[in-house]
């Protein structure tokens, strides 16, 4: 029955209308907007299209107000005087020891002939990204640790030309003291930024090399005071801020990771929209703290669906405990438009 | 917060992506927002009925089923499939592009020539990736019903597709590709 399936899989699989849906992400929770927890009125007969209007914000707010504990209390675990932080990734590992560097090649090979993003060179790039970091200002006093969301969009035009918008939300505090004694600005923002063609050489002109030999000296010419494997792991997420790439580019920056001194393959999960996923990771203490840097990859494809940051043995000054993640990016759409 | 509503997120968290798609494959893409919405009402009436672990998605997937069946009368159906894949924007050019567009057509109106059972189970195994006994708790139905369900409609896209190449393709590229998959 398992070759029927498979083989049914293998026919169909391509054809599916929905494989490259990126609106099916649920936004992350926010801290901001916690909102009155009314329940879908489900029991009362409301007129249909009140009832779906109402499960929606009612589904919404429930999500919001699930994650959002996570930090407006500071999460239910997290012991007093710590910054929340998010849960931690929910992994199973393989049950196949395989290294990670040949999963990394079999998903490369496939991301190759995938099709994915549709598109071409010459249109226009869009990114849209949900980013989350913890901010800490450490002094002699103590700690003050604040959580910053915020949504990153860019267009990037063939020219080279284009803009961003960074909507930052207000940083969360855990006290009025903290807030008092942060030193910087408390309020949300938007940001926009546009530029020229070839005023933004740094986000690299051209595209990026297919061969991966030739694109990891490609992303070494980038000025780093980072360390190998470090350098190159940083590298490509610049690269994948600033560039939507073709099928071939994301299977050689794929060749690049697998070959990244103590990549690992952690397991199967879904990312934090809910995507499932595959995370690879390696870890470094080139940033001062031992850190595991992890990448989550659409299994199918090999799309990148985001990366995070996580403390693994030692939070040094910063009020977190261990294990903690302390930052995470994730990729809600990358593809090519119309300008 | 209760905990129906801890449940009910943590689901809706982790399965919305699943439930819209499902939802995506089978309805116009206009009104796919909301009979997802609407599948989310039926399964927070029914949170009590919900089952735990693997059992969870063919479950939501069934719950989703019957609001889609309730629904159709109202929603618009989604396009057929070889409409869906004619209307793909070209991809960056390679040797084989036309050939693989062609296999796709051909797979997908194979696809479209089926009854509706037998698509539905098709989408089930292939773009809900589940297995037999899945289906079955999607469907309603004894695990070696579903088993037989599934044979027969892997066959019937078998031979839809040989008509189909008989009829219009050249050397039968997507008929070899399967039969080689097959083997």
Not at chain 1, 127 to 150: A, F, R
Not at chain 1, 313 to 332: E, M, Q, R
Request: aromatic letters at 6%; one cysteine or more.
């Amino acid at each position: 029955m398992k070759h029927t399936e498979q083989h049914i899989r293998e026919l169909m699989g391509p054809l599916d209308p929905m494989r490259d849906d990126e609106r099916a992400a649920v936004p992350p929770p926010h801290p901001t907007g916690i909102i009155d927890t009314e329940q879908p009125a489900a029991r009362r007969h409301r007129p249909r299209a009140r009832t779906r209007r109402a499960v929606l914000a009612g589904a919404a707010a429930t999500v919001l107000v699930a994650g959002g504990l996570v930090w407006t209390t500071a999460g239910p675990n997290a012991p007093e005087g710590y910054a929340a932080t998010p849960p931690l990734l929910e992994i199973t590992p393989p049950q196949r020891d395989l290294p990670a560097a040949e999963r990394l090649h079999a998903i490369a090979d496939r991301a190759e002939v995938s099709g994915v993003p549709k598109g071409a060179p010459g249109q226009t790039e869009y990114i849209k990204m949900e980013n989350w970091y913890l901010h800490s200002q450490i002094d002699n006093s103590g700690t003050v640790s604040v959580i910053q969301p915020s949504t990153f969009r860019l267009w990037r035009h063939a020219d080279g030309s284009g803009r961003s918008v960074i909507r930052a939300q207000p940083p969360q505090f855990r006290s009025e003291a903290g807030r008092e004694k942060w030193a910087g600005d408390t309020s949300g923002s938007e940001r926009v930024h546009r530029w020229g063609a070839g005023e933004r050489t740094y986000y690299w002109d051209e595209r990026p090399p297919v061969d991966a030999d030739a694109l990891r000296r490609w992303l070494r010419q980038r000025p780093s005071g980072q360390t190998e494997p470090l350098r190159t792991f940083s590298a490509i997420t610049d690269l994948l801020r600033n560039r939507v790439l073709l099928p071939q580019e994301r299977a050689a920056v794929l060749r690049v990771l697998a070959e990244l001194p103590g990549m690992r393959y952690n397991g199967t999960t879904r990312d934090r929209a809910g995507r499932p996923g595959r995370a690879f990771s390696l870890e470094s203490d080139g940033s001062g703290l031992p850190t595991r840097y992890t990448f989550i990859l659409g299994p199918d494809n090999g799309r990148f669906l985001g990366y995070e940051e996580m403390l693994t043995t030692s939070a040094g000054k910063l009020n977190v405990p261990i294990p903690s993640v302390i930052s995470y990016s994730i990729f809600l759409e990358r593809k090519f438009v119309e300008r | 917060m209760g905990d129906g509503q801890t449940r009910f997120g943590h689901i809706y968290r982790r399965h919305y992506g699943d439930i819209r798609r499902f939802v995506g494959r089978r309805v116009a893409e206009g009104d796919v927002d909301d009979v997802t919405a609407e599948v989310f009402v039926v399964v927070w009436r029914r949170l009590s009925e919900s089952p735990a672990g693997d059992r969870l998605l063919p479950w939501l997937y069934g719950i989703a089923r019957r609001v889609l069946s309730n629904e159709f009368r109202r929603v618009r159906r989604a396009h057929a499939l070889a409409e869906h894949v004619a209307a793909q924007p070209a991809e960056p050019a390679g040797t084989d592009h036309a050939a693989a567009v062609a296999d796709r057509l051909a797979m997908a109106a194979a696809f479209d020539r089926l009854r509706e059972d037998d698509r539905e189970v098709l989408r089930l195994v292939a773009w809900e990736n589940l297995t037999s006994a899945e289906v079955a708790t999607v469907l309603g139905c004894a695990r070696t019903t579903a088993a037989m369900r599934i044979n027969r409609a892997r066959r019937r896209l078998l031979d839809a597709l040989r008509r189909g190449a008989s009829r219009e393709l050249r050397g039968g590229s997507a008929v070899a590709a399967a039969e080689g998959a097959k083997r």
